[in-house]
């Protein structure tokens, strides 16, 4: 991704094969001059919490605004969230987070 990227959407609902493995590729790629990002990963059945923990190692240094729809996502515990949690930049002014009919 470039790295003056400053708006991006990354819409995978109902995604079988985005993996961990895959997720904590693309989230080391993602650019720190990002200033929006909005992440739509409902149902995606095979993100545990390493991918929210990869998430929570990205260092951006312009983030306003956040959303992440997580709903449905079976595999996600506490730790994940905690890990994203800890993340959250001074830069941000806006955060959505869903976590709707999740299992666990």
Known sequence: LPSSLGRLALL?????NLSDQGFVSLA????GAL?????????SKRLTDPALAALG???????????????????FTDS?????SEWVPHTL??????L???SN
């Open 12 to 16: 995978f609902p109902h995604n079988d």
């Open 28 to 31: 080391k790629q993602l650019p």
């Open 35 to 43: 200033t929006s990002l909005e992440m739509d990963l409902r149902h």
């Open 57 to 75: 190692r990205w260092q951006p240094t312009r983030l306003a605004s956040a959303s992440f729809n997580f709903s449905r996502n079976k595999h």
């Open 80 to 84: 994940g969230l905690v890990a994203l």
């Open 93 to 98: 002014e806006s955060f959505a987070l869903s």
């Open 100 to 102: 709707g009919k999740n």
